[in-house]
Nanobody, 122 residues
Framework: QVQLVESGGGLVQPGGSLRLSCAAS????????MGWYRQAPGKQRELVAT???????NYAISMEGRFTISRDNAKNTVYLQMNSLKPEDTAVYYC????????????????WGQGTQVTVSS
């Protein structure tokens, strides 16, 4: 089995910064794309950013320039550095990963973390 565990969420004032982490563990042969999504109350889950195993990144337009996604392939971990946070960034942030497992190498699965709350408020 594969688990993704997020950390780093919390309460921050507008204009502040937070760094989220998401570590994947378990029977992992390889991880392709990893990403961050968020879901605000009453809204659908939306893309924040994705990153390939080679380091190519993609951002939602509203986050580009404020958020930076990165990863450490040796640690199976993806990060999200969030700067200049706004109240509208308040949401539960989820990471995901596209994983190939040792048990059935060649097949790929998408796994999600349990989410971490980010609240931007004065």
């Amino acid at each position: 089995q594969v688990q993704l565990v997020e950390s780093g969420g919390g309460l921050v004032q507008p204009g502040g910064s937070l760094r989220l982490s998401c570590a994947a563990s378990g029977s992992i042969f390889s991880i392709s794309d990893m990403g961050w999504y968020r879901q605000a109350p009453g809204k659908q889950r939306e893309l924040v950013a994705t990153i390939t195993s080679g380091g190519s990144t993609n951002y939602a337009i509203s986050m580009e320039g404020r958020f930076t996604i990165s990863r450490d392939n040796a640690k199976n971990t993806v990060y999200l550095q969030m700067n200049s946070l706004k109240p509208e960034d308040t949401a539960v942030y989820y990471c995901n990963a596209y994983v190939s497992r040792y048990s059935d190498y060649g097949r790929w699965y998408t796994y999600w973390g349990q989410g971490t709350q980010v609240t931007v408020s004065s």
